[in-house]
């Protein structure tokens, strides 16, 4: 830890008790490639050199952030997806479970109403399928186009990456080669099933 570092006066700081919340360090996996991908926390806190331009594999949740700070460094982006902007996350998990979870709790909300001396004589709780996922599928699109145009000055690639060198990094997608000093690759995760019997009837996110 270097103390007074960016002190530029004489003032002297005293206090009984002194907490330290530096966080850790992003640790690069040990496979072939990996020195040339960027560690996380250092690129986002601007201690590593980068080039004027990053191939970004992946716009999910850890690709588009990476996407948004290096283009408002100024850096040139590249963002590659392969399905749609915003992962699972925003395309298939959290946010349209949690569209229907809401319809779910609206109308729980309004069969209960009287509890609270609200009357709902004559008006049964009823869900239309039909126009509560058709509602989820709205959300989901609005906030993708939301997303979508907080990144005007990143070239979005819909695509299958392959990376076809990484000395310097070389992605083909879409039909064009792309190349770059540096590569993010945030590609995310696949679901796991349970090793017990009937887990092949469970849904996942894919």
């Known amino acids: 830890i270097k103390f007074n570092t960016e002190v530029k006066d004489t003032t002297s700081l005293n206090a009984d008790e002194v907490i330290v919340a530096t966080g850790s360090k992003a640790r690069i996996l040990k496979v072939p490639g990996a020195?040339?991908?960027i560690e996380a926390c250092d690129?986002?806190?601007g201690r590593r050199e980068v080039g004027q331009k990053v191939i970004i594999i992946g716009g999910g949740p850890g690709g588009y952030p990476a996407a948004q700070i290096a283009a408002?460094?100024?850096l040139n982006v590249v963002l590659i997806e392969r399905d749609q902007l915003g992962g699972t996350c925003l395309n298939r998990g959290c946010i349209p479970t949690k569209a229907m979870t809401h319809v779910a709790e609206v109308a729980m909300t309004v069969a209960d109403a009287a509890e609270c001396g609200v009357e709902t004589?004559?008006?049964?709780?009823?869900i239309d399928y039909r126009r509560a996922t058709q509602r989820r599928d709205e959300v989901v699109t609005t906030m993708r186009e939301g997303l979508a145009s907080t990144m005007a000055n990143v070239n979005i690639?819909?695509?299958?990456a392959v990376v076809d060198s990484t000395k310097p990094p070389t992605v083909t997608a879409a039909g064009t080669t792309f190349?770059?000093?540096r590569l993010?690759?945030?590609t995310g995760a696949a679901p796991a099933r349970l090793p017990i019997e009937g887990a092949d009837?469970?849904?996942?996110?894919d």
Do not use: D, F, N, Q
């Open 179 to 181: 190349t770059a000093p």
């Open 184 to 186: 993010i690759v945030a």
């Open 121 to 126: 004589v004559g008006c049964p709780v009823s």
């Open 201 to 205: 009837l469970a849904l996942t996110s």
């Open 157 to 160: 690639v819909i695509g299958e």
């Open 72 to 74: 408002a460094e100024g």
């Open 43 to 45: 690129y986002l806190l």
């Open 35 to 37: 020195e040339k991908a």
